[in-house]
């Protein structure tokens, strides 16, 4: 809660006696207070310091209050101010709140009416710059500050989203699960025109085949069993908005044919409903699956297929960018702790970079989440990560398809797989070396050698 003494005031008056009243009153109440004989030492008070709270007179040598407040209005405009005049001024006390004053006080006033219009005031302040924090904190989690990558891909599908946010074009969104289709989405959103209106995802593969029509495009009472009242849709949830179409190929047929007549007329019905209504919405459309082959198979519609299919912006896996992961890793750790700096030791940084990360960025923000538990002095190393990571994945390490354009340790690499190879033959042949030396065709010697290498300890039971 923000107390008296973090605002500061400005009090300009050329009479003495109100400044000296205004200023004593206010530094009762805890506040700062600076003071100013008229507009243009008030000026000058105002390229030094930050006000949250002007209190000017109207009728004021060299300057007048409607001066300042044009100034103040021109170069700070989240200053409050609040206008003192005498009885006969109260005209030009509301020409100045038309210009952008908060409110005016009429001279003489009381030490109460005072006390409560700058409290509401500073309220106010406090309320509109806690808005505007919020929605700089949304532009930052959903711009292209959110989507974190410095890799050639990334920055090619950041180009994309620049191109298409403002139009209305349908896009159609794929790539791997986990890889941040309705992030992209989102961005496209509130990169747009249509930022200050509703943004409504709905995932397709997640509702009843039965309910999805309702969920979509509402219902009328009586329509079906239970509907025992009118019900809007999602389209109607996102009037001037977006909706975002997540796992579009787990649509049913029907439900292919009724949405592209909502494509095509930008209209629709509720179920039971007779009335046609306006679909003022942009609709994005994501997919994991390969809807060129479901159009083949004949289990995605062609025409609904080239509707969506007008923009494309396919999102890479992480393992095909793997020169963003220090940078994700950055991201995910502040956002988890609110510290921007973290230490990767460089065994676990291997790990991270060299895991073949089938569950994408989703798998990767919670490994980090799970290290901002278990670290300790925001550093990362090994007993951090995941058993999966530590050995591999779940079924052993996955060969690089390509080499990481930040380099990597080859002998590292090499020597994990062959220690997992070693401990997995090990497992299987109860942990005698000769018998798993044979089941890998290398000599006993080998195997007590390239044990000692990795420090997997000897056990005796085969000598």
């Given at each position: 809660?923000?107390?008296?003494?973090?605002?500061?005031?400005?009090?300009v008056d050329d009479e003495e006696s109100m400044r000296d009243f205004l200023s004593i009153m206010l530094h009762r109440e805890g506040y700062q207070v600076d003071t100013a004989v008229d507009g243009a030492q008030a000026v000058a008070h105002l390229r030094d310091h930050s006000y949250d709270l002007v209190i000017?007179?109207?009728?004021?040598?060299?300057?007048?209050?409607?001066?300042?407040?044009?100034?103040?209005?021109?170069?700070?405009?989240e200053t409050v101010v609040l206008m003192v005049t005498a009885f006969s001024t109260t005209e030009e006390a509301v020409d100045a709140m038309k210009q952008g004053a908060y409110d005016y006080i009429t001279k003489p006033f009381k030490n109460e009416e005072i006390r409560l219009i700058v409290r509401n005031a500073l309220e106010r302040r406090a309320l509109?710059?806690?808005?505007?924090?919020?929605?700089?904190?949304?532009?930052?989690?959903?711009?292209?500050?959110?989507?974190?990558?410095?890799?050639?891909?990334?920055?090619?599908?950041?180009?994309?989203?620049r191109k298409v946010a403002d139009s209305q074009v349908k896009v159609l969104i794929t790539g791997?699960?986990?890889?941040?289709?309705?992030?992209?989405?989102?961005?496209?959103?509130?990169?747009?025109d249509r930022r200050d209106e509703p943004f409504v995802p709905i995932n397709c593969g997640a509702i009843p085949e039965n309910l999805l029509e309702s969920e979509l495009f509402?219902?009328?009472?009586?329509?079906?069993?239970?509907?025992?009242?009118?019900?809007?849709?999602?389209?109607?949830?996102?009037?001037?908005?977006t909706i975002f179409l997540d796992e579009i190929g787990e649509l049913p047929p029907m439900m292919q044919v009724k949405l592209l007549r909502v494509l095509q007329e930008n209209e629709f019905r509720r179920v039971g409903g007779t009335k046609s209504l306006n679909a003022d919405v942009r609709v994005l459309a994501a997919t994991n699956r390969n809807l060129e082959d479901a159009v083949a198979e004949g289990r995605f519609r062609e025409d609904l297929y080239y509707r969506f299919n007008v923009i494309r912006v396919d999102l890479p896996a992480l393992r095909q960018r793997r020169e963003d992961i220090p940078a994700m890793i950055d991201f995910f750790w502040e956002r988890f702790t609110g510290r921007q700096e973290v230490h990767v030791d460089e065994d676990a940084m291997r790990r991270l970079i060299d895991y073949h990360w089938p569950g994408n960025v989703r798998e990767l923000e919670n490994v980090i989440e799970r290290a901002t538990v278990l670290g300790s002095e925001d550093v990362i190393a090994l007993d951090c990560l995941p058993p999966n990571l530590l050995t591999g994945v779940q079924n052993g390490?996955?060969?690089?398809?390509?080499?990481?354009?930040?380099?990597?340790?080859l002998d590292a690499y090499l020597g994990e797989i062959e220690k997992e190879i070693l401990l997995k033959a090990l497992s299987k042949t109860n942990g005698i070396r000769k018998n798993a030396a044979a089941l890998l065709g290398i000599t006993f010697r080998s195997i007590r050698y390239r044990l000692a290498k990795y420090d997997l300890g000897e056990d005796d039971s085969d000598e």
């Amino acid at each position: 809660m923000i107390e008296p003494a973090d605002y500061r005031i400005l009090v300009v008056d050329d009479e003495e006696s109100m400044r000296d009243f205004l200023s004593i009153m206010l530094h009762r109440e805890g506040y700062q207070v600076d003071t100013a004989v008229d507009g243009a030492q008030a000026v000058a008070h105002l390229r030094d310091h930050s006000y949250d709270l002007v209190i000017s007179d109207i009728k004021m040598p060299r300057m007048t209050g409607l001066e300042l407040l044009s100034h103040i209005k021109e170069r700070t405009p989240e200053t409050v101010v609040l206008m003192v005049t005498a009885f006969s001024t109260t005209e030009e006390a509301v020409d100045a709140m038309k210009q952008g004053a908060y409110d005016y006080i009429t001279k003489p006033f009381k030490n109460e009416e005072i006390r409560l219009i700058v409290r509401n005031a500073l309220e106010r302040r406090a309320l509109r710059q806690e808005n505007l924090a919020l929605r700089e904190e949304l532009g930052k989690r959903y711009s292209f500050e959110g989507l974190v990558g410095k890799s050639k891909a990334m920055h090619d599908v950041f180009a994309l989203i620049r191109k298409v946010a403002d139009s209305q074009v349908k896009v159609l969104i794929t790539g791997e699960s986990g890889t941040g289709k309705e992030l992209v989405a989102k961005a496209i959103h509130y990169n747009s025109d249509r930022r200050d209106e509703p943004f409504v995802p709905i995932n397709c593969g997640a509702i009843p085949e039965n309910l999805l029509e309702s969920e979509l495009f509402g219902h009328e009472k009586g329509a079906f069993t239970g509907a025992i009242k009118q019900k809007a849709g999602l389209f109607e949830a996102a009037a001037g908005g977006t909706i975002f179409l997540d796992e579009i190929g787990e649509l049913p047929p029907m439900m292919q044919v009724k949405l592209l007549r909502v494509l095509q007329e930008n209209e629709f019905r509720r179920v039971g409903g007779t009335k046609s209504l306006n679909a003022d919405v942009r609709v994005l459309a994501a997919t994991n699956r390969n809807l060129e082959d479901a159009v083949a198979e004949g289990r995605f519609r062609e025409d609904l297929y080239y509707r969506f299919n007008v923009i494309r912006v396919d999102l890479p896996a992480l393992r095909q960018r793997r020169e963003d992961i220090p940078a994700m890793i950055d991201f995910f750790w502040e956002r988890f702790t609110g510290r921007q700096e973290v230490h990767v030791d460089e065994d676990a940084m291997r790990r991270l970079i060299d895991y073949h990360w089938p569950g994408n960025v989703r798998e990767l923000e919670n490994v980090i989440e799970r290290a901002t538990v278990l670290g300790s002095e925001d550093v990362i190393a090994l007993d951090c990560l995941p058993p999966n990571l530590l050995t591999g994945v779940q079924n052993g390490v996955m060969p690089l398809t390509e080499v990481p354009d930040s380099g990597m340790d080859l002998d590292a690499y090499l020597g994990e797989i062959e220690k997992e190879i070693l401990l997995k033959a090990l497992s299987k042949t109860n942990g005698i070396r000769k018998n798993a030396a044979a089941l890998l065709g290398i000599t006993f010697r080998s195997i007590r050698y390239r044990l000692a290498k990795y420090d997997l300890g000897e056990d005796d039971s085969d000598e």
